[in-house]
């Protein structure tokens, strides 16, 4: 059943709603299952769209590599102007997107799918632009010979994206598969696979039949199809540890390229000076954003261990409280919220379980308790957790909640804090707090993870490579030279020369 009120506030994709576009055309799967999608805050049913299977995997295979030789023919520049040219239609729509995207994530309109969007635009841009930055190097080999290197596309690309921030990552994904000149095949998350689909709606008409395609379906059955397919060159999958690892061994069966962004459990470590006058102000909305509560705690990189000096805990924790207190919890699509609703049920009851486990374990709420259970028509928006009180051997401590749940740790000595920041299976990001230079570049060396921000808790900037070490990952994207490694190889190439 269609909500009638949601249908007059957002616009759904037309075309896309048969779930597949493949060698150049929507096209209907043919299992006859479908994907019910929800809107989180409002428990209603936005739509259905068909689910694609193996068959369709299957087709899209063919109708790729098909189309590769002739797309990886076509010069980097060419490719990169078609890049653009789709990151300016995302950014004219904008709002039509975002509001989608809103509605279908729960994620707020205001605070996290409008700018979303826009980022989603400025990496198709930011690729477009780079693209032609694909150099190879030169090997000075005595007169007789010389050597140079190129880069290559691996070929036919398999993405695999989740749903908490779809858009950004699809167009990441896209991107950097085509500015080297490989096809690409997408899945996006059967949660949330409708603002991916206009973005394709809006890519139909633009590159060649076969270059991009995309299925929408489960991960056991689209998904795993995609991983295992022998057409498939490359898989680049973003997700949990848990799929990420049956992505691996998929792609490790047939030794293909393979391209892992998993989860998180990010340590933030507040120094004393950081809660001076000058500076408190700023870490605190820093460890507020770090945590990524406004997206309900829904991040890879969330900072979702929060380590503070004795010396300042009574200063900052109580203006940590305040600035998540603040912050209004509401329909996604509604202006006035900052916070909007997880998932769906599944996500929401596992908070709940997590929740309920550290209470029983003598886990002290310093903010918010146990989320309710959830009844037949509230919206999915558990409260904002900030724990205290927490051992590190505890679940809540060691894995990813994927919830608005914030554990906070003392600690004195510095040889202390490094080990306990680093002691997770997990190596995604890190937020560290303080204005000390000699701190920062000691830290930076000692702290294990991929991504480290000083003094502040943002997102990921297009240029910038990003990717975790230990279980949150490997390899890196969202620049340029991300792309390079992760999407082409290096074929050299040596001449005997007449001397
Ligand atoms: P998930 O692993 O459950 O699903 C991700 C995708 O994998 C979905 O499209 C799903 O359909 C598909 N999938 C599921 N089973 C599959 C299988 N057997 N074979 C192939 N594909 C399969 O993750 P989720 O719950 O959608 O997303 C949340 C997770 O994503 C969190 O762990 C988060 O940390 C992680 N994440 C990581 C990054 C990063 O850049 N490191 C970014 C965003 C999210």
Request: proline share 4%; aromatic share 6%; net charge negative.
């Amino acid at each position: 059943m269609k909500d009638k009120d949601m249908t007059s506030e957002i616009v759904l994709p037309t075309d896309a709603l048969t779930g597949a576009f493949i060698d150049g055309k929507w096209v209907q799967p043919t299992g006859g299952q479908t994907l019910k999608i929800e809107n989180p805050s409002r428990r209603t049913t936005i739509c259905e769209i068909s689910a694609s299977g193996a068959a369709e995997i299957d087709l899209a295979a063919q109708a790729a590599r098909k189309a590769f030789p002739g797309w990886r023919k076509l010069a980097a520049s060419e490719r990169g102007k078609l890049l653009t040219e789709l990151g300016n239609r995302v950014a004219a729509k904008q709002e039509e997107i975002a509001r989608v995207l809103a509605a279908e994530t729960g994620n707020a309109l205001r605070t996290q799918s409008r700018g979303e969007t826009g980022a989603a635009a400025n990496v198709f841009k930011y690729y477009g632009g780079t693209s032609v930055e694909q150099k190879g190097e030169t090997l000075p080999l005595g007169p007789g010979l010389f050597s140079y290197s190129t880069r290559e596309p691996h070929g036919v690309v398999g993405a695999i994206i989740p749903w908490n921030s779809p858009l950004v990552l699809a167009a990441v994904k896209i991107s950097m598969a085509l500015a080297t000149g490989n096809c690409m095949i997408m899945k996006p998350a059967e949660d949330a696979p409708l603002a991916v689909l206009k973005v394709f709606e809006l890519a139909a008409d633009l590159f060649p039949a076969g270059v991009l395609n995309v299925v929408t379906g489960t991960g056991e059955e689209a998904g795993a199809a995609l991983t295992a397919h022998p057409g498939i060159d490359k898989v680049s999958f973003t997700g949990s540890s848990e799929v990420g690892k049956l992505v691996g061994h998929a792609a490790a069966d047939r030794i293909a390229q393979v391209t892992l962004e998993l989860g998180g459990k990010s340590p933030t470590i507040v120094f004393p000076d950081a809660a001076d006058g000058r500076h408190i102000d700023k870490t605190v909305a820093g460890i507020v954003n770090a945590v990524r509560f406004a997206r309900q705690g829904q991040s890879c990189t969330a900072g979702t261990r929060l380590f503070l000096h004795t010396s300042v805990w009574d200063k900052v924790l109580p203006r940590v409280i305040e600035a998540v207190k603040a912050m209004k919890v509401g329909d996604a699509l509604d202006e006035a919220s900052d916070i909007g609703a997880v998932i769906n049920t599944e996500r929401y009851g596992e908070i709940r379980a997590f929740l309920a486990q550290a209470k029983e374990q003598g886990a002290e709420f310093a903010l918010g308790d146990v989320p309710a259970e959830i009844g037949e028509d509230t919206p999915l928006a558990p409260e904002c957790v900030i724990l205290t009180g927490i051992d590190n051997s505890w679940r809540i401590a060691r894995e990813e909640v994927f919830g608005p749940v914030l554990c906070v740790v003392p600690w004195e000595d510095e040889a202390e804090v490094v080990k306990m920041a680093n002691d997770t299976h997990y190596g995604l990001a890190a937020f560290v707090f303080t204005h000390d230079v000699s701190t920062i570049l000691r830290m930076s060396r000692l702290i294990d993870a991929g991504w480290l921000q000083i003094n502040q808790g943002g997102g990921q900037i297009p240029g910038m490579s990003y990717g975790g070490i230990k279980q949150s990952g490997i390899g890196s994207e969202y620049s340029i030279e991300g792309a390079l490694e992760a999407y082409t190889f290096r074929k050299s190439v040596t001449i005997a020369v007449d001397a």
